[in-house]
């Protein structure tokens, strides 16, 4: 679960991180009323959505007065900001950050993640701030420095100094890292996050560490155990189709083809889609239905994968272990029915109870296209797929 | 012999009187497996499907020799019963939960340093050696006793390996799910390494997935530490790239993270890769007669 900068900066406040005086508004009155409150000489309005590439999209802007703050807060709340992260239809802006702005004399890197290969938290640190870490990986690795955290005993001031010191934090800004970093690690562990990252990680003119700039995701398995971390997740942010998904405990990914999936396991749902690909298909999206699927939450795939519009056939591939064929078709069967389903349904099933299950799909009405193993099942789907775009091009030249 | 799980090997279940586990329990002593008992807190003196049960994982080693224990507890007393497994002394622990959050596998996999327990999963289907017994959830009837090894990530797509196996009579020496939650257990290499060594196998499937270094690391140390064909497949190539918030996840591992760099990696590598998820049977039947042509004698 990924959190706004604004709730990521309240949060690494508390656990004694530097961050700059600011306030998050809904309106154009509360960003000047904030703006008089904190006072300075310049502030930054900066629009609070999940995504990356806010400031190339013009949703960070320098106010050099009051009344320009409110100019800029009025016209980016209630807009819609299109970064590279968002897509095309963009992001509705609902609140903005307002900030002292501050004046930048260096900027760094400091970010923890979980690695999966030493199986440890992680400290990452660089000299170069304030750009894209994944550039600096590629351009410069040398300036990525790495401290592995042993979880017995936490992250001790010694490898702070060690980083700080290999990036350029040194005098009395070394005391000053130390204290940072330490506060990140315990904002991490305290909280089950699986990654913070402060970038950039600023000097600024007088002399002090500021992070300006501060995202963090959270573990969602976790989630269970930290009810106040659960209260920041904003469903204005995510996918109202994946957020159903969630709620019914099917895990979605819209993609941008035309071939619904509805298969049981990630790896065997992304083979899937392999399949579909390899046969000049393409997948309109991820869904694993997991273990236990009952009629009920087939139902609930189904409609979920036809709220995409670009769907024109579904895949349902399933081999069952602890799932049931027998309870899935009878789950495709009421779906069929209750959602009143049109389009050519492809069925692969396999695993426990496949017989049964069969036969519950050959007494109905409905004309399911049955395949006998992946292969055949991908390139039946994707011949669906395309017969169905075949005609929806002809009726279109007919009413031209 | 056969790999982690024989017939030499002693099972317990962990959460045993739950129904999750007691039918898994069940399915696996149909077929065989030498399950000794279980671990419930509280219950302990009481038998289920007529085996003793226990309090403490300690008493049921003590009891009953145990050296494998299946866990069935829910995600948030996972940590704690693997650790319990640890500190007893089972050296081969298969975590079955789907969902333990991932800084409670930090803490397990700290804990686990310096002893013998070897960890299958979390969020694994287990282990199954045809014809000895399973610890784990996979529908056992469509394996087959045979001398392939099976490693795998993914539960599902191990059965669809299974199933494209059985079409061309092709059987296991054991089958391990390694789990697919960012930080397991155990990894490919140490299963290589397993089936290297076991002499009922002849050449291993190594089936991965997109995100993490874990295949290419392995399809690497193999080139250089095995002598039995290696089969490969990674799924997920036609996953979209780039649906993270954050990038520090994405520097370490950013040597070879897509599905296309890993295969391609591999291939150099001298593997047997799988592209089309449907060839994955035929490719491990290709790699069988190859490795018998190049036979001495």
């Known amino acids: 679960m990924n959190i706004h900068e604004y709730q990521t900066k309240d949060l690494l406040k508390r656990y004694g991180v530097p961050v700059p005086s600011g306030r998050v508004v809904q309106t154009d009155e509360q960003a000047v009323s904030v703006a008089e409150e904190i006072g300075g000489a310049r502030w930054i309005v900066k629009a609070q959505i999940h995504s990356g590439g806010r400031g190339k999209a013009g949703g960070v802007k320098i106010g050099k007065s009051i009344d320009e703050v409110g100019a800029i807060a009025g016209e980016m709340i209630g807009s819609k900001l299109v970064t590279q992260q968002t897509g095309a239809d963009g992001r509705l802006v609902h609140r903005v950050l307002v900030e002292q702005a501050s004046t930048i004399v260096r900027e760094f890197y400091v970010g923890l993640v979980i690695d999966r290969a030493t199986r440890r938290i992680t400290l990452i640190a660089s000299s170069e701030g304030g750009v894209e870490i994944e550039e600096v990986a590629q351009r410069t690795p040398e300036r990525i420095i790495k401290e592995v955290i042993d979880p017995a005993v936490g992250m001790l001031d010694f490898q702070c100094r060690k980083v700080a010191n290999k990036i350029g934090l040194k005098g009395a800004l070394l005391p000053q890292a130390v204290k940072i970093m330490k506060g990140v690690y315990r904002c991490m562990r305290d909280n089950d996050a699986v990654m913070v ?6 000097i600024i003119d007088s002399g002090q560490l500021l992070a300006l700039d501060a995202k963090m995701t959270f573990d969602d398995n976790a989630l269970y155990r930290r009810p106040e971390i659960s209260e920041l997740r904003d469903f204005d942010e995510e996918d109202p ?25 990630a790896g065997l749902a992304m083979a899937t889609m392999d399949a579909i690909t390899l ?10 239905v997991g273990g236990g699927a009952t009629p009920k939450k087939m139902a609930n795939a189904f409609h979920i994968v036809l709220q995409d519009p670009a769907v024109k056939t579904i895949l349902i591939n399933i ?9 899935i078709a009878t789950g495709i069967i009421q779906a069929m ?28 009405k409905f004309p399911f296209i049955i395949a006998s193993n992946l292969d055949d099942a991908a390139k039946k789907a994707v011949i669906e797929a395309n017969n169905i775009a075949r005609k929806v091009v002809q009726l279109r030249k007919e009413q031209a | 012999m056969s790999v982690l799980l024989n017939k030499h090997s002693r099972v317990i279940f962990q ?22 008992g279980g671990v419930t807190p509280g219950k302990g003196g009481t038998l289920h499907l007529g085996l003793p049960v226990f309090d403490t994982v300690e008493e049921a080693v003590q009891e009953t020799g145990a050296d494998v224990s299946g866990i069935f507890v829910p995600p948030p007393f996972a940590a704690d019963a ?25 803490h397990v996999e700290r804990y686990r340093m310096g002893t013998q327990s070897i960890i299958i999963g979390p969020n694994t289907p287990g282990i199954i050696t045809p014809g000895v017994g399973k610890v784990g959830i996979m529908p056992s009837h469509i394996y087959s006793p045979g001398r392939i090894g099976i490693v795998s990530r993914s539960g599902t797509l191990n059965y669809e390996a299974v199933a494209q196996m059985a079409e061309l009579g092709l059987g296991q020496s054991s089958s391990i799910g390694i789990g697919g939650d960012p930080v397991n257990g155990t990894d490919f290499v140490t299963v290589l390494k397993a089936f290297e060594e076991d002499p009922d196998t002849d050449a291993v499937l190594m089936i991965g997935e997109i995100g993490g270094p874990q295949e290419v690391d392995a399809a690497r140390w193999a080139t250089k530490n095995m002598r039995k064909p290696l089969i490969c497949y990674v799924a997920g190539l036609s ?59």
């Open chain 1, 197 to 202: 990252e402060i970038n950039p990680l600023a």
């Open chain 1, 241 to 265: 189709k994946e957020v159903e998904a969630t709620a019914h405990g099917l895990n979605y990914i819209a993609l941008d083809g035309d071939v619904g999936c509805i298969v049981n396991g």
């Open chain 1, 279 to 288: 046969h000049g298909g393409r997948p309109a999206n991820f869904l694993d």
């Open chain 1, 319 to 327: 081999f069952a272990g602890i799932n049931r064929c027998d309870w």
């Open chain 1, 337 to 364: 029915r209750d959602q009143n389903i049109k389009m050519p349904i492809v069925v692969r099933l396999a695993g426990t109870n496949v017989e049964e299950g069969r036969a519950i799909l050959n007494a109905s």
């Open chain 2, 15 to 36: 959460g045993f009187t739950g129904q999750h586990a007691s039918f898994h329990a069940e399915e696996a002593i149909k077929m065989g497996t030498n399950v000794v």
């Open chain 2, 82 to 106: 693997i650790m319990e497994a640890i500190d007893a002394g089972v050296k081969t622990i298969v975590v079955i939960a789907d969902g333990i959050p991932v800084q409670d596998m930090v």
């Open chain 2, 239 to 297: 996953a979209p790239a780039g649906r993270r918030m954050g990038h520090a996840g994405a520097i370490i591992s950013s040597e070879s993270d897509t599905a296309t760099a890993k295969i391609d990696t591999m291939e150099q590598l001298g593997m047997y890769v799988v592209r089309n998820p449907a060839e994955i049977g035929a490719t491990v039947k290709r790699a069988m007669t190859m490795a018998a042509k190049s036979m001495p004698g």
